[in-house]
């Protein structure tokens, strides 16, 4: 499902303010065009979005899999080879290399903060 961001209707646009012109002063070839892109940009969101997910249900499992092994949630050398191996793809796919390494790094952190709250939550005794 994708979503059009581009501005329908002759009601002032939000450039309207700041002196943008008004979108019924764009050409309608550029609109097409701009929604065309703008729907490529919104399909490949939602693909970046499952691929997170998946890769969050595979890294659930390994935070199951190291708590219950009683390993620690974080593994620092995984962790910078797997951000150097991603700068180094980020770099031969054109894509600022920071910011891929930014990008990880996030997502890692994420990833640790689950691995603790398993490690914490298999610890823990259950009473009833």
Sequence with gaps: MTTSNTPT?????????????EPAAVDPAVREEL????????NIDAAVVHML????????????????????PADPARESRQIE??????????LDPAFAEKFLT???????RHH??????????TGG
Aim: glycine share 8%.
């Design 85 to 94: 191996r991603l700068r180094t793809l980020a770099e031969n796919a054109k």
């Design 116 to 125: 603790e709250r398993i490690a914490e939550d298999t610890a823990a005794p």
């Design 106 to 112: 996030f997502i890692i952190a994420e990833v640790i």
């Design 9 to 21: 209707g002759d009601a002032p646009g939000p450039g309207a303010a700041t002196g943008a012109p």
């Design 35 to 42: 929604a065309r892109l703008r729907d490529s940009i919104d």
């Design 53 to 72: 997910a998946e890769r969050f249900k595979a890294t659930q499992q390994v935070g199951h899999l190291k708590a219950r092994h009683h390993l620690p």
